[in-house]
């Protein structure tokens, strides 16, 4: 039988029932460090069955802390509008050869933003970018006349948070590197988003349980008196 290495055997005597406050598994998560910057993540269980359209849990939430992540955004946009996005940061902005681009496989963008008069042009794309989540859509602000504010919000923070299906949503919330102090203004923005998009179909109990955890280090139970409405 293989040896446990220290860090194997301290990560076995943790509790795996306690519950913790943000501050509490913050300080642990920082005791199991590996040798390069981490990404914070929570993950929140919810009273919810995503194959019902009234249970679906989607939509954006600005990060105060910031994210830690140089996020890629393409535009489909033309004139004023291109010119515009252009300026805010985007990564690549155009219409047919935009279209053309991606359907060669050329995916390789956190974020897809268009103007509404690019509808009929992005539409083409659904096979294409409904199955990665990028397909631009008005609710989450992503068919938007305000490119470059979306492009703004999108390079400063802005993530985008969906249930998946088995009723758990997964969201990095900053670096391990970052001060505890933003890292529990993004827990607290990110949760509270989650709460406020409690669908209509919900039933019984919402938030179910909240753990946060590094990209190498344990999986933390939160207290839900943690986590505001739940």
Known sequence: MPTMTKKQ????????????????????????????????????????????????????????GGTGKDVKVAVFA???????????????????DLMEDMQNGNLDYDRVIATPDMMGVVGRLGKVLGPKGLM??????????????????AKGGQVEFRVEKMGIIHSGIGKLSFKDEDLKKNFKAMTQAIVKAKPSGAKGKYVKKVSLTSTMGPGLKIDLAEVEGA
């Open 9 to 64: 055997k301290k990560l076995a005597e943790l509790d795996s029932e306690k519950l913790y406050t943000v501050d509490e598994a913050l300080a642990t998560l920082r005791e199991y460090k590996a040798g390069f910057d981490e990404t914070v993540e929570v993950a929140m269980n919810l009273g919810v069955d995503p194959r019902h359209a009234d249970q679906m849990v989607r939509g954006m939430v600005s990060l105060p």
């Open 78 to 96: 033309r004139g004023d509008n291109a010119d515009k996005a252009l300026a805010a940061g985007a990564d690549k902005v155009g219409a047919e």
């Open 136 to 153: 631009p859509n008005p609710k989450l602000g992503t068919v938007t006349p305000n490119v470059e504010q979306a492009v703004k919000d």
